[in-house]
């Protein structure tokens, strides 16, 4: 397979209008679209092939429930740590879509898989959870494919989710992931949009 120039275009558009998505209709994500997503992750790369990814599909509402009272217990920690006028600034950002997100996806990390006989991961044990992060991110573009929106959460205590989804306890939470057809499109982030973060010029050395 060679790959040709409306390859890089469209793959370069992809990454300029991927977004964290706060804001989600309420259309459903087909049966067929999300074995796509299953097969992005199945695709993504991981030390030793070790695909140490676990995927929970949150749909029991009660759990969801919990779920989004460990958010907004995180959140108001998050908040504390600021002062004024930041606090107030922070406080009024949206950052999470756990009351609308159709599909909501818990991606945990096997910290010590069997899968891979190790290889890869003993002078750098934290390579199992950048593995996991990379079937997030292939999951993500596959999405906005699709034309389908991804909202990755972290502003929750790992522990409790781990206690929540009753998860056995080697399998740590990686991220917490809302999904759904998007309310609107756009090619900068929400936070550059709201003035709390632009983009800068990354770093980039030679040496
Ligand atoms: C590891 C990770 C955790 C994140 N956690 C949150 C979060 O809890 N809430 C939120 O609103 N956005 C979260 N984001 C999204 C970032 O805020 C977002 O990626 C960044 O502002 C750039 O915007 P963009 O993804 O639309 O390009 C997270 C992103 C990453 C990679």
């Not at 009024?92 to 991606?107: G, N, R, V």
């Not at 910290?111 to 996991?132: F, K, N």
């Not at 999951?139 to 409790?160: C, F, K, Q, T, Y």
């Not at 080697?170 to 992931?177: F, N, Q």
């Amino acid at each position: 397979m060679q790959f040709e120039t409306q390859h890089v275009d469209a793959l370069m558009a992809l990454l300029r209008w991927r977004r964290d998505v706060r804001h989600f209709t309420d259309q459903r994500v087909s049966h067929d679209d999300l074995t796509v997503l299953q097969q992005a992750m199945a695709l993504a790369p991981s030390v030793g092939n070790c695909q140490p990814w676990r995927v929970i599909n949150v749909v029991d509402r009660a759990l969801r429930e919990k779920i989004v009272v460990d958010h907004k217990a995180a959140n108001q920690v998050a908040a504390d740590q600021y002062d004024e006028p930041r606090r107030e600034d922070y406080s009024a950002l949206k950052l999470a879509a756990l009351d609308e997100a159709p599909l909501q996806l818990a991606i945990f990390t096997e910290c010590d898989p069997a899968q891979g006989h190790g290889l890869g991961r003993q002078s750098m044990p934290e390579a199992v959870v950048y593995s996991t992060v990379l079937a997030i991110h292939s999951l993500w573009l596959v999405a906005r494919s699709l034309n389908l929106g991804v909202g990755w959460v972290s502003i929750l205590d790992p522990e409790r989710v781990e206690r929540i989804l009753d998860v056995q306890s080697s399998w740590h939470l990686t991220a917490y992931l809302c999904l759904g057809y998007p309310k609107f499109t756009d090619d900068t982030p929400e936070l550059e949009r709201v003035g709390w973060q632009e983009r800068t010029d990354i770093v980039w050395a030679t040496k």
